[in-house]
Structure formats: structure tokens, C-alpha cells
């Protein structure tokens, strides 16, 4: 059910929980959602950065599955991936600017592939080799290769809390969200459930929406994002 | 003219539609928890395989920005006879199912009404919706829109490939005026089709159940170069 409330002065739609907002309106909203038939050319909307092992080339394109904005597909080397982020950091969490950053996504592996979606400063290699590598700030979701635990992260200046979700990972669509109260609070929802909250250690300094995914054995994967988006007042 | 909102229950849920006061068919907007929105924008890049792709029949036509003041953007074909400009949204999200309501509407403009031949709509993948060196269809895939050949009839299509289709005719010719082209998948099991505003037909065979992408065509009937000029193009589905 959709409804809506005025938070901050701006109008926030949202559905079947508080913090899942769909769209905002306000004079100083920032809004930003992946678009059907968005340019996944490097350096337009967004800095692809393909990890090939092998000799192939990992892939981002346009969905091609009713509902879903993109698809990645990786090559067939152990570790070959994409490494999403929107060009521009205009995301920062800060007292009195709430933020909600949600997507909808599913991986054709459960086990042997590595997944990061949230938001995350400039960073190419937001996983490497299988372990977490974001360089220095970020709050996201993650699972690594070999294991089907999803947790939800977050990380300051490379010290990273991180709380295992409770739920498996598989092959069907999942919901990530994360909502910053503006006040002091964090908060990480996985398909409508939370995961964790926390009101320290989660990062200050100007984040980009990020999507990484990687094949985590010597076959091609792929990744379906039917929708990402982050609204903050 | 104003706007109104209704709720409307589908298969993801339920969602907020705004639509012209008085007129349900005609979508602006909708917000809901999965909802499929694709509208074209002012300042896209109309280079082919970026957001678009864009073949031409007949090279040296010109799909650009729009100059003039609430168009988005404007085809120009070459001088020959058939030249044409296929235009598709990359990328392929819409798809006609049950419980997953859809508008898909358009507002253009081209420069003859009588020495031209456009599709507009949702296509399967196809590089040539009309056919190269005539002005007939070629519905390489599935497809449903509206189409002209060469005439002022404007027709309403379903076609399903290899299978058969469906048309009725609208009460209005095409002018050089700009006009809206609109139909409305019920999620259940039809498609109305309007043209200005007016019920055209309501399809209930040969709807395309494959994934289909916005789409829209414009042929030279002639040996001179046929403009479309288009205002708006939007496709909206609740999921």
C-alpha cells in the first residue's frame, strides 16, 4: 500500500514500511534511480570497471527480462566481474538529512559468486579475490564466494562492522535497503526484515550508489537489477 | 485539464496512478513498489547504442534533440524514397502479462500526412519494423502500436509473429499536426487502443506475450526527407 508524509518539509512516498520510499518531492530532494535504457557506456552515467581473469569481457547492458533495468554477466574466469558506480558522489549521510537507498536484485549463483550493493566512496574494486575491498568508507550488503551469508555492512575509514543477516542467499530477487535517519541512526532491512542498526561507525564523507558482482568459479554468472534508487532529504 | 490519481491493485501490489481528470487511460505517472516507468527525455543521447538503438535505412538522416520548445526529440530520414529511421529503447522491460497493468502513450508530429509512414509502439526486437523499399510493415518480431502507411489511416495493431495479428482504424486521419497515440494493456486480457483520446479498438488477440521495448518509425513515401517531430513517448507498467 502506498502512502505518503511530509518528512522534512518534502513530500515521501512510500510503501508497506515507513522507511521504504519510493520518491520524494521537495525542494532539495536528491533523487537518483537507475533508469530503463540507461547509457552503461563507461564514464556517462556511471564508472564500469570490468575485471577479466580470463580473456574474455565481463558485461553490463541493458535488461533484457521484463522488469529488470540491467544485466550483468560476468566471463568464465574464477574472480571475473563488474564494478559498478554512478559518476559523482552526492550522497553523504549528516544529522538532518535522512536517506533511504534501496535496490532489487538476484544473482543466478548462490554460492559461488561475490555480491556488494549499497553505496560506497570511489572505488573500482569494491571486492577483490574474493574478500571485501572497499578502500575506505561505504555502507552495503555483501555476500562473498563459497558462502551464501548476506550481511550488512558498514564501513569507516576501512574498519568495517558487518552483521550476518539470518538469511541465505539463493537465486531469487532480494530486496537491500538501508535508511539513515538523519539524526544518528542506521539501519539495514534485507526483503523487509532488519538485519542490523547501528549509531556509530557508519561513514561521513560523499558516497556513489555501487553495484559489484563476480563469478566466483570458472563459469559465467550473471546478476539482474530490477531497481536501485536512493532518495535523501 | 487537470491531474487525478487512482489506486490500482495488480499483481506486485497496489500503486498510485496519476492520469489525466476524466481520463483513466491516460497515465502521467505512477508510483509504486516495482512500478516500470520509461519516459523519454528531454537531452537524451540519441547516438545509436547508448541509450537507443537507431538504424537507419537510407544513411544520412538525423536524429537529434528537440529545438523547438516541448519537443523532445526530432527524426529527419534522407532525401530518398523509403529511407527510414527505426528507433528502439535498448534494453527490453515491458512485457504483457497477467496482473501487470501497462500504458505505453506518445505525442508526435510528422511533416506530411500523406507522404509518409511511421509505427509507433512497443516492438520485440527489430531493426526494421516497416520494410526496407516499401511502405508496408515488416514485423520482424511481436509488436502492438499504431501505424500509417503512406496515407492518413491510422490503424491500431496486435501482432503476434508467425501467428497472425489484429487492427481496427481510427475515426481520425493523420494531419501534420501533433497527436497522441496511446493504448492501455489491462493486465487481464486486452489492449485498448486510442488515438486522440478517442477508443480506437479494444484487441483481445494476437497481444504479444514476448518482452518488448519502446519503439517508433519514420519512413519517406517520398523522394524528400520526412520529419517527425516527437513531443512526449512514455511507457509505464505496474508490477
Known amino acids: ?233 | 485539464m487537470s491531474t487525478s490519481s487512482f489506486w490500482k491493485k495488480h499483481t506486485g501490489g497496489e500503486s498510485l496512478v496519476f492520469h489525466e481528470h476524466g481520463n483513466e487511460a491516460r497515465w502521467y505517472d505512477a508510483i509504486g513498489p516495482n512500478t516500470r516507468k520509461w519516459e523519454m527525455r528531454l537531452g537524451s543521447d540519441l547516438t545509436t547504442a547508448k541509450e537507443y538503438t537507431v538504424t537507419e535505412i537510407g544513411a544520412g538522416g538525423t536524429e537529434v534533440q528537440g529545438i523547438t520548445a516541448g519537443i523532445r526529440a526530432t527524426l529527419t530520414t534522407n532525401t530518398d524514397k523509403w529511407d527510414e529511421i527505426n528507433i528502439q529503447l535498448i534494453g527490453t522491460p515491458f512485457q504483457l502479462a497477467a496482473g501487470y497493468p501497462l500504458y505505453f502513450g506518445a505525442k508526435f508530429a510528422v511533416d506530411s500526412a500523406t507522404l509518409s509512414d511511421f509505427f509507433v509502439g512497443l516492438s520485440a526486437t527489430d531493426t526494421a519494423i516497416l520494410s526496407a523499399g516499401a511502405d508496408t510493415l515488416d514485423i520482424g518480431g511481436s509488436a502492438l502500436g499504431f501505424y500509417a502507411l503512406a496515407g492518413t489511416t491510422i490503424t491500431s495493431l496486435t501482432e503476434i509473429h508467425a501467428s497472425g495479428s489484429k487492427t481496427n482504424t481510427s475515426d481520425t486521419v493523420l494531419t501534420t499536426n501533433a497527436m497522441t497515440y496511446e493504448f492501455v494493456w489491462d493486465g487481464v486480457d486486452g489492449v485498448s487502443f486510442y488515438h486522440e483520446g478517442a477508443l480506437v479498438g479494444r484487441h483481445t488477440t494476437y497481444v504479444p506475450t514476448v518482452v518488448l521495448c519502446p519503439s517508433i518509425v519514420i519512413k519517406a513515401a517520398s523522394a524528400a526527407a520526412r520529419i517527425a517531430s516527437i513531443s512526449w513517448m512514455r511507457c509505464i507498467q505496474l508490477a
Open chain 1, 1 to 233: 500500500m502506498i502512502s505518503s508524509k511530509y518528512v522534512n518539509g518534502a513530500l515521501v512516498y512510500y510503501d508497506t514500511y515507513d522507511y521504504r520510499w519510493l520518491h520524494a518531492v521537495g525542494p532539495t530532494v536528491r533523487e537518483w534511480e537507475m533508469r530503463f535504457g540507461c547509457d552503461f557506456t563507461t564514464a556517462m552515467e556511471y564508472t564500469v570497471t570490468a575485471i577479466n581473469t580470463g580473456g574474455g569481457t565481463s558485461t553490463i547492458a541493458q535488461g533484457i527480462t521484463a522488469g529488470d533495468r540491467a544485466l550483468i554477466t560476468t566471463d568464465d574466469a574464477d574472480n571475473d566481474s563488474i564494478n559498478l558506480q554512478v559518476v559523482g558522489t552526492p550522497f553523504q549521510l549528516a544529522s538532518g538529512h535522512p536517506l533511504y537507498f534501496g535496490a532489487k536484485v538476484s544473482i543466478n549463483e548462490a554460492t559461488e559468486s561475490d555480491l556488494l550493493v549499497g553505496m560506497a566512496t570511489k572505488d573500482t574494486t569494491l571486492i577483490a579475490a574474493h574478500a571485501l575491498n572497499v578502500v575506505d568508507d561505504g555502507i552495503y550488503f555483501y555476500k562473498l564466494d563459497h558462502t551464501t551469508d548476506i550481511y550488512g555492512a558498514y564501513e569507516k575509514a576501512g574498519t568495517v562492522g558487518a552483521t550476518a543477516s539470518g538469511t541465505a542467499m539463493d537465486t531469487s530477487k532480494h530486496i537491500y535497503e538501508i535508511f539513515y535517519d538523519g539524526v544518528g541512526v542506521i539501519s539495514y532491512y534485507l526483503d523487509g526484515g532488519l538485519v542490523v542498526q547501528a549509531a556509530s561507525g557508519y561513514p561521513t564523507v560523499v558516497l556513489s550508489p555501487s553495484l559489484f558482482f563476480a563469478t566466483g568459479s570458472a563459469a559465467v554468472k550473471t546478476c539482474s537489477a530490477e531497481w536501485i534508487r536512493c532518495i535523501q532529504l
